[in-house]
């Protein structure tokens, strides 16, 4: 069966060329040159219809520039995003705005995503009355099914965002969302900025909305609780490479990477004793200028000569892949 969702070698690179003052001072002699910011290298995994995955790692891993690769806001550097067998870069403009529309991005602050100079009713019927989804005179009873939809009340539709709390404002982003009528939702950190209480709820209705929706996720964080309580499969990635990707219950039971090891040695248990917190030694390398060979190598306790010149190739048996050179008794 085709994905929903395929990547193919996806790489993303930002480019700071040098400024006025800087290209000045390369006329006086000083060495000047641009720099390159390696957020993405050479990405690729699938997501099946009505899957939910979870894609985690540290911070400044690249998971949110990848998200916005495949919702559209950003294009890839190299490679290919295929979204229902179609490659956007192969579709005219008209195709490639229909493909946009059903794939949505859900942001983590809720009230810089949303216009302060708006009423909810604007906000979230905007997009649905552009591409002919709605009428004027049939919005306010469309705006007030979806704010229903995720648990608001219709008479809120008339507030502006400032009027709201944190997990209300994130569930107007949700029914923006939801409005165009999408089949695959990218949620970037979209309860990370919220009371745990609220999360469990916001939790909660994306879990309800994937079965009276039939929607698919790709769900972007850094609580390893969160991914492990919603998604099915989890890709981990590390400074712009995926490491690991497996499904949740095999990658939190038997986690091969040493990253991941580390990773889920850092998540609280209620059991098991007294344990005493080790973070991984050493700081993320820069992306900016990544290291040669396994970008994780320079944190690694058990990376050998092979892991510092030679990347290595992701292995995959069944349904988990791992990247490491130490990978059922390889030599490093």
């Known amino acids: 069966m085709t994905p929903m969702l395929e990547l193919r070698e996806v790489s993303r690179r930002f480019e700071r060329k040098p400024d006025v003052i800087e290209r000045f001072a390369g ?14 290298d050479r990405v690729s ?29 950003l294009p890839p550097s190299a490679g290919e995003i295929r979204f229902q067998g179609q490659s956007s870069t192969n579709l005219d403009a008209a195709a490639r705005r229909r493909q946009r529309l059903r794939l949505q991005m859900i942001f983590q602050d809720p009230m810089s995503s949303l216009n302060p100079r ?32 995720v648990s608001l009340d219709p008479a809120y539709a008339s507030r502006y965002p400032h009027q709201f709390s944190g997990g209300q404002r994130q569930r107007i982003c949700i029914a923006r969302a939801l409005a165009v009528q999408p089949e695959f939702l990218v ?29 698919t996720y790709l769900f972007i964080s850094h609580d390893l609780g969160v991914v492990q309580h919603l998604a099915d499969r989890v890709v981990v990635m590390y400074l712009g490479r995926v490491v690991e ?21 850092q998540v609280p248990r209620l ?11 050493g700081e993320i390398a820069s992306a900016l200028n990544p290291p040669p060979g396994c ?34 008794g390889g030599v490093a």
């Open 187 to 215: 949620c970037d950190e979209s309860v990370a900025a919220l009371d745990v209480s609220i999360q469990a709820q916001v939790i909660n209705l994306f879990q309800q909305l994937r079965r009276d929706l039939q929607l």
């Open 295 to 328: 970008h994780f190598h320079t944190r690694c306790p058990k990376a050998g000569p092979r892991c510092r010149r030679e990347a290595p190739e992701p292995v995959t048996e069944g349904l988990h892949t791992v990247a490491c050179h130490l990978h059922r």
């Open 45 to 73: 995994f699938e997501v099946r219809r009505g899957e939910v995955v979870g894609l985690v790692g540290e911070s400044g891993c690249g998971k949110s520039t990848l998200g916005r690769m495949i919702a559209g806001l």
């Open 245 to 265: 990707s497996a499904p949740t219950q095999t990658l939190f039971a038997q986690p091969q990477h040493p990253y991941t090891q580390a990773l889920l040695d």
């Open 118 to 149: 708006m009423k909810v009713q604007e906000i979230i019927g905007e997009a649905a009355l552009y591409h002919r989804l709605t009428t004027p005179a049939e919005m306010p009873g469309y705006v007030a099914r979806l704010l229903d939809q």
């Open 271 to 281: 059991h098991g004793g007294r344990q005493a917190f080790r973070p991984i030694q």
């Open 27 to 40: 006329v006086l002699g000083a060495k000047v040159s641009s720099q390159t910011v390696h957020a993405v």
